[in-house]
């Protein structure tokens, strides 16, 4: 066979061996699809499939198969990041500014200081920190992995609850917002190389250049020219941030977030989300998958992740709970919203890949980290279902 005989070999594997667990099994309550399809690359990783099969996983998965694919991944994941960047609303944070902030102050702290002792003690033992890394680098991404709410998949589990479009669905997205700017304000930290901060310092004077005059451009242009304009300057932004050293998810993000929500129809900005997470982003799962390593063993990798879990759950409550108090909550209203806001999946495994690519973290952090990322988003729906149940009339609670 031939490589492109292999390379559609490998999509029908990508897009079927998914579909099938989560259609067949019934998933959706526990995981859904999108997790499932994480969860899939990771089977058809080196780890489990390449184990198993190397022959097999080898002549599919080879190094020509694996570019192409890697091809689509990068696109996809700059798309979805840049959609990310978009559903920010940081007016309706300034408006609700100091409940927003206090709230996600607590929700990021407390649980990236939980995830840094946690980092800590990861140091203790070989195999986890990055070749390309210092110590303080790999406990602050450690702990910001822990710290993460993933934005898209919060929206996507939202709606499958009904709280998307109600006031609390409202106002976690807010604090939401304000914690992914931070995240991505710390990943520059992380990234920043003091031998090219000159030419990153020059990318973002640049960048704050370039937005005043691409603002202005979006606003005159209709609807349907704004789309296609909006994916050329993806493509500028990420590939500046690249150059200059920041990687270019960051330059991704950025081009989305100086984006106005209002210049796209609401409707067709949630088709599109939907149409990346269909047709593109089950790429980037495998992309992901065929990172993972066990090379520390996989008893090791599993007690980590279960670490880092529960580090990432409990803080997220606690720092939730804190904010309640200072804002005097109703019963039960803090627990929904921290095991809201605990969701990770999407972004985090985004975050990870960098720090992974930036030698910031070994493939086997990396691959607890994604572990932990499963765990965490498989809890949510199972935890916040009965919750709302019992208490209804926090849905339409406004702060």
């Known amino acids: 066979m031939g490589t492109t005989e292999i390379y559609l070999l490998a999509m029908v594997l990508i897009f079927s061996v998914p579909y099938l667990i989560w259609r067949l099994g019934g998933t959706d309550y526990y995981a859904p699809l999108v997790v499932v399809q994480i969860i899939t690359g990771i089977l058809l990783g080196p780890g489990i499939l390449g184990r198993a099969f190397p022959e097999y996983y080898g002549f599919v998965f080879n190094p020509q198969v694996i570019t192409a694919l890697n091809g689509v991944a990068w696109w996809a994941v700059m798309i979805f990041v840049m959609l990310a960047g978009i559903e920010l609303d940081l007016k309706q944070a300034w408006r609700h500014r100091v409940e927003s902030t206090i709230t996600a102050g607590f929700a990021l702290g407390t649980p990236l200081l939980f995830g840094c002792v946690a980092a800590l003690g990861m140091l203790q033992y070989g195999g986890w920190r990055g070749a390309q890394s210092h110590e303080w680098q790999f406990v602050l991404g450690v702990g910001m992995s822990c710290a993460v709410t993933a934005l898209p998949i919060l929206i996507l589990l939202m709606e499958k609850l ?19 700017i931070a995240i991505w304000g710390v990943l520059a930290l992380i990234l920043l190389d003091w031998d090219r901060v000159g030419r990153q310092l020059g990318f973002l004077a640049a960048f704050a250049l370039a937005t005043i005059v691409y603002r202005r451009l979006m606003a005159r242009l209709a609807e349907q020219d704004r789309w296609y304009v ?17 990687h270019y998810m960051v330059g991704a993000f950025l081009a989305g977030v100086v984006m106005d929500a209002h210049w796209f129809d609401q409707q067709k900005l949630d088709q599109m989300r939907h149409h990346v997470l269909l047709l593109l982003m089950p790429v980037f799962f495998l992309s992901t998958g065929l990172r993972t390593n066990w090379a520390v063993g996989g008893t090791a990798v599993f007690v980590a992740a279960g670490v880092l879990l529960a580090a990432s759950v409990a803080g997220k409550l606690a720092g939730v709970h804190l904010a309640g108090r200072i804002l005097k909550w109703g019963p039960g209203e ?20 960098i720090l992974l690519d930036k030698g910031i973290i070994s493939s086997e952090t990396f691959t607890a980290l994604l572990l932990m990322a499963i765990g965490s988003t498989m809890l949510t729906i199972p935890m916040v279902a009965p919750m709302l149940r019992r208490v209804q009339a926090l849905v339409l609670k406004t702060g």
């Open 162 to 180: 009904g709280l998307l479009r109600q006031p609390i669905g409202q106002r976690i997205l807010r604090y939401a917002s304000l914690d992914d």
């Open 230 to 246: 909006a994916l050329v300057w993806l493509a500028l932004c990420a590939l500046a941030a690249d150059w200059a050293g920041l």
């Open 334 to 353: 803090a627990s929904i919203i921290g095991w809201l806001l605990q969701t990770k999946a999407l972004i985090m495994i985004i975050f990870v890949n």
